[in-house]
């Protein structure tokens, strides 16, 4: 079997790296993870027994959001060098890099093309301008096929996408994202019970659970217009804003809740390690972003969690609900559909039972972490 180095540039617990954490602790008998800052997905990652190196990149590096021109980037290619080549150095004691982000991509796959090690880049985007600037986009496809010996995609929606960008990457395949499911299979009606309790929700409000960071294109904004008029409608947010940028969107739903007359119905728990639990005393779970998701990792755990779920329809979104069968989609951006769908849900219990039921056993059999952490091995341990 292949040893692995893997490779991610943030310590923030994102969807990509909670499915990176799944993988790195299914193979960690063989594998390093190194990250390029210390934080919350180092901890977790040392917690599940994974070995962890710290690899700091500098400040300037680290300050290229996903909009940046090609002139920012050009500035910071300096900063990577002494990186890249550590990160060389150690590659050449492992058989692949597995890179699991953007910035590790550039990063990963210059040290593996430096060390002579195989590439596999885990793409967990959508290369689109509603994403990435065009000079990001162009870099990614350029490097992933050039650089890269094998690219596994999180959804069709994300190999689509990069296809559409340039991709011409032959060896390449979809594994959606893996779900270890025992936490939600424990859950019962006294966990609902002591979660509303500490939050101070009455039992016999409608819960309406939204999971994300905070941040505009997250659509947050969207799901406090469609429920501003329904009393018995309550809302949890749970995520804080993730970076600097999103930081006045926090503070601007907090001014809408309150404009809106909906304190005591807007409940903002900020970043939460009980997501089961959570999820669990909601009354349906809703994904509202306004721009495509690559995959949508709160969707199947709503569907895990044996909740009714409500989407938009857009990106991968349309890959793990089948409308009116294993849940519900609505357009993005459209308040007045989503709360059409918030109300069909409170009117018919019914409706809702038969949903979260179809889409539990649906997000059972799709997004097995196992399953994932078997087709991940099987792809490496097949590279030439």
Not at 107 to 127: E, N, S, Y
Not at 271 to 277: G, L, T, V
Not at 294 to 323: H, K, Q, S, Y
Request: glycine share 8%; charged share 25%; net charge neutral.
């Amino acid at each position: 079997m292949k040893r692995i180095l893997f490779l991610d540039h943030t310590s923030a617990l994102g969807g990509g790296e909670l499915c990176l954490l799944t993988i790195a602790e299914g193979l960690r008998d063989r594998s390093e993870v190194v990250l390029f800052e210390d934080g919350p997905f180092a901890t977790r990652l040392r917690a599940s027994g994974v070995s962890v190196d710290i690899i700091e990149l500098s400040q300037k590096v680290h300050g290229i959001g996903r909009s940046s021109g090609l002139l920012a980037d050009l500035a910071a290619t300096p900063a990577l060098f002494g990186q890249i080549l550590r990160i060389a150095r150690k590659a050449r004691r492992y058989d692949v890099v597995y890179v699991n982000s953007q910035k590790a991509m550039v990063v990963g796959t210059i040290a593996g093309f430096l060390a002579r090690k195989p590439v596999v880049w885990h793409l967990h985007d959508l290369l689109e301008q509603s994403h990435f600037s065009r000079a990001h986009i162009r870099i990614s496809v350029t490097l992933g096929n050039r650089l890269t010996r094998y690219i596994i995609a999180n959804s069709e929606a994300s190999l689509a996408a990069f296809r559409e960008a340039g991709g011409r990457a032959e060896r390449i395949s979809v594994v959606y994202n893996g779900i270890n499911a025992r936490p939600f299979d424990d859950l019962t009606s006294a966990d609902r019970r002591d979660v509303r309790q500490a939050l101070a929700i009455p039992d016999t409000a409608f819960l309406v659970g939204c999971f994300s960071r905070l941040a505009d294109w997250k659509g947050q904004h969207v799901l406090l217009e469609a429920a501003r008029n329904e009393p018995e409608i309550h809302v949890l947010l749970v995520g804080e804003a993730l970076f600097a940028a999103d930081a006045s969107y926090g503070v601007m739903l907090r001014a809408l809740s309150q404009r809106y007359g909906m304190d005591d119905r807007v409940h903002f728990v900020g970043f939460r390690d009980d997501i089961p639990e959570l999820m669990f005393a909601c009354d349906a779970v809703v994904h509202t972003s306004t721009a495509p998701e690559p995959f949508g990792r709160v969707i199947a755990e709503g569907m895990l969690a044996n909740r009714p779920v409500i989407a938009t329809r857009a990106g991968g979104a349309v890959e793990l609900i089948d409308d009116k069968v294993t849940g519900l989609l609505v357009p993005p951006s459209d308040a007045t559909a989503l709360r059409g769908a918030l109300v069909t849900l409170l009117r018919q219990p019914d409706l809702r039972n038969r949903l979260a039921e179809k889409g539990h056993q649906t997000a059972r059999q799709k997004f097995a972490s196992d399953e994932m952490i078997r087709r991940v091995g099987e792809i490496i341990d097949a590279l030439p």
